[in-house]
């Protein structure tokens, strides 16, 4: 089956820390750039890290940086989002998904998504 897994998140204080795994199985994982989403309610979508397929590029949303770091083990067919310092505004729904560029502030979507997963930091 292709699909992309996640697993982390939960609920953390703030200043603590949390890391998300995205998990792909049933397609040709290494050959996907791979973003991080995340959507709190009644907010829009907010892109916030992304990594290419093969090259390392990454780039982060300004909201998130220098406190989130996006990593990627083609081997083990996973990206990894290591979220520090976090703050009660980072609480959200955060989904992985695969897309076609990691370029600029604004990454398109592609062909899988993960199922999604509730970070909620409290003040």
């Known amino acids: 089956q292709e699909q992309l897994v996640q697993s982390g998140g939960g609920l953390v204080q703030a200043g603590g820390s949390l890391r998300l795994s995205c998990t792909a199985s049933?397609?040709?994982?290494?050959?996907?750039?791979i973003g991080w989403f995340r959507q709190a309610p009644g907010k829009g979508r907010e892109d916030i890290a992304c990594i290419s397929d093969r090259d390392g590029t990454i780039h982060y949303g300004d909201s998130v940086k220098g406190r989130f770091t996006i990593s990627r083990d083609n081997a083990k067919n996973s990206v990894y989002l290591q979220m520090n310092a976090l703050k009660p505004e980072d609480t959200a729904d955060y989904y992985c998904?695969?897309?076609?560029?990691?370029?600029?502030?604004?990454?398109?979507?592609?062909?899988?998504r993960g199922q999604g997963t509730q970070v909620t930091v409290s003040s």
């Open positions: 998904a695969t897309i076609y560029a990691c370029q600029g502030s604004t990454w398109y979507q592609s062909h899988y």
């Open positions: 049933g397609f040709a994982f290494d050959y996907y750039a």
